[in-house]
């Protein structure tokens, strides 16, 4: 992929969204991160990012997203709520789904990154992994693409570089990258707050854990 001017990353110092960061900094001249608090249980993903970024050479802006959390109920904002680790008999999707979520994160990272004169943005949503959430599909994020340009006259790309990978796939490219052993032991998927490996039984956790051991064990063959 030919290099391109300037790149905002929806960065949450994730596993994805930091893989993503790197292969953004691979792809692009320039990058920032851009991180949301939205009352999330796992607050402390928020001081992970920033310290990634950081560490990245990456600068990092810190938006409140906080409306997010009580416009809908769910188990990452909601401490009431027991988190499901598996999608309910009769349910389209677990309670840890946030209504809105990547809707309101892109369109607020493509204002920010329209003020920055950056037109290309990078999240790490995934369709083959996405836990059930329908704003993690390539249908939404095109559409999504197709409304922002509307809305402000531009033309934002939107780009996907995990939409079609599972999580030892994603494992693979960081490796790739060079960054495998920062994202296993720095960033923050976990649910529950846990940096590195996490608790090991939320959902987010789950997922996580089943892609490293698979993409280890194709890599030790």
């Not at 310290?51 to 188990?75: E, W, Y």
Request: hydrophobic share 40%; charged share 25%.
């Amino acid at each position: 992929m030919k290099k391109r001017n300037k790149a905002l990353v929806v960065f949450s110092g994730g596993q994805d969204s930091t893989t993503c960061l790197f292969w953004a900094k691979k792809n692009f001249e320039e990058v920032v991160a851009l991180c949301f608090e939205y009352g999330q249980k796992h607050h402390k993903e928020v001081e992970i990012a920033c310290q990634i970024a950081k560490d990245a050479g990456v600068p990092f802006i810190l938006k409140d997203a906080s409306i997010i959390g009580t416009l809908g109920r769910n188990s990452l904002t909601d401490t009431s709520l027991k988190m499901d680790e598996t999608i309910p008999d009769g349910s389209e999707f677990p309670n840890t789904f946030v209504p809105g979520r990547n809707l309101f994160f892109l369109s607020m990272a493509a204002v920010v990154a329209r003020e920055l004169g950056i037109f290309d943005l990078v999240t790490g949503v995934s369709q083959t992994d996405f836990s059930g959430y329908p704003d993690c599909r390539d249908s939404f994020v095109r559409s999504l693409n197709v409304t922002l340009n509307l809305a402000m006259d531009e033309q934002f790309v939107i780009h996907t570089p995990l939409m079609w990978m599972d999580k030892s796939e994603v494992w693979a490219l960081s490796d790739e990258l060079g960054v495998f052993d920062l994202v296993r032991n720095q960033t923050l998927t976990c649910y529950n707050g846990i940096p590195g490996d996490g608790c090991g039984h939320c959902p987010s956790c789950k997922l996580r854990r089943e892609g490293l051991e698979k993409f280890l064990a194709e890599r030790n063959k």
